[in-house]
């Protein structure tokens, strides 16, 4: 079965929760997953100041950590419609890596939050999405096979192009399970791919 790595950053755990719930997909589909986050920038007083959380169990990555995965799942939160500064900061010391050609075939995949309904999940999918492509990685999204992607009853995250969650502007809502269930499906979906091209 393939290997797979959840990587993500998470400023206030909804990004995390994500990651767990991608993971749990995929040990759904057999494969191997480890979860790990990138390191936080941030000067750790100003992330206490502002209540960053600074407890997560994940263990932090290394970028030499990607080349030996068969599938990346990323994850993070939105800034102003685009990737944290985080997580852009991990991905740009991927260079070695393209040089090498080291995650070309390999699958990729995105996942997100944002504050707002309309606080740029979708371009900070395809923005992220476009760092995989350039990694030479074949990217897989969130199908309408998923039918929480059409669920009209309540207010939910959820695109084609990734799992997402809506934080709320003071971050107190939770991901939903509708939500949750995308992020299950999403990394099961991509397992089995993997499962397919290097099972």
Same mark, same amino acid.
């Given at each position: 079965?393939?290997?797979?790595?959840?990587?993500?950053?998470?400023?206030?755990?909804?990004?995390?929760?994500?990651?767990?719930?991608?993971?749990?997909?995929?040990?759904?589909?057999?494969?191997?997953?480890?979860?790990?986050?990138?390191?936080?920038?941030?000067?750790?007083?100003?992330?206490?100041?502002?209540?960053?959380?600074?407890?997560?169990?994940?263990?932090?990555?290394?970028?030499?950590?990607?080349?030996?995965?068969?599938?990346?799942?990323? %994850? @993070?939160? !939105?800034?102003? =419609?685009?990737?944290?500064?985080?997580?852009?900061?991990?991905?740009?010391?991927?260079? #070695? *890596?393209?040089?090498?050609?080291?995650?070309?075939?390999?699958?990729?995949?995105?996942?997100?939050?944002?504050?707002?309904?309309?606080?740029?999940?979708?371009?900070?999918?395809?923005?992220?999405?476009?760092?995989?492509?350039?990694?030479?990685?074949?990217?897989?999204?969130?199908?309408?096979?998923? %039918? @929480?992607? !059409?669920?009209? =009853?309540?207010?939910?995250?959820?695109?084609?192009?990734?799992?997402?969650?809506?934080? #709320? *502007?003071?971050?107190?809502?939770?991901?939903?399970?509708?939500?949750?269930?995308?992020?299950?499906?999403?990394?099961?979906?991509?397992?089995?791919?993997?499962?397919?091209?290097?099972?």
């Amino acid at each position: 079965m393939s290997k797979v790595l959840v990587l993500y950053y998470s400023t206030y755990g909804h990004v995390e929760k994500l990651a767990g719930a991608v993971a749990a997909g995929v040990r759904e589909a057999g494969a191997t997953v480890d979860v790990k986050r990138v390191p936080e920038t941030a000067p750790e007083a100003v992330a206490k100041a502002a209540n960053f959380k600074l407890d997560q169990a994940a263990p932090v990555a290394k970028i030499e950590d990607l080349a030996n995965y068969d599938a990346i799942i990323i %994850g @993070g939160p !939105t800034r102003f =419609g685009r990737m944290a500064s985080q997580l852009a900061t991990f991905i740009d010391q991927a260079g #070695g *890596l393209w040089a090498k050609g080291a995650l070309n075939g390999k699958v990729g995949s995105a996942f997100t939050s944002t504050a707002s309904q309309h606080g740029g999940q979708e371009v900070n999918l395809f923005s992220t999405i476009t760092n995989l492509l350039h990694l030479g990685m074949v990217v897989v999204g969130l199908p309408y096979s998923f %039918g @929480g992607l !059409t669920e009209m =009853g309540e207010i939910t995250g959820g695109t084609p192009y990734g799992a997402t969650t809506i934080a #709320g *502007l003071d971050g107190s809502r939770q991901p939903s399970e509708n939500e949750l269930a995308g992020a299950r499906f999403q990394g099961r979906h991509v397992a089995e791919i993997a499962n397919k091209i290097f099972g």
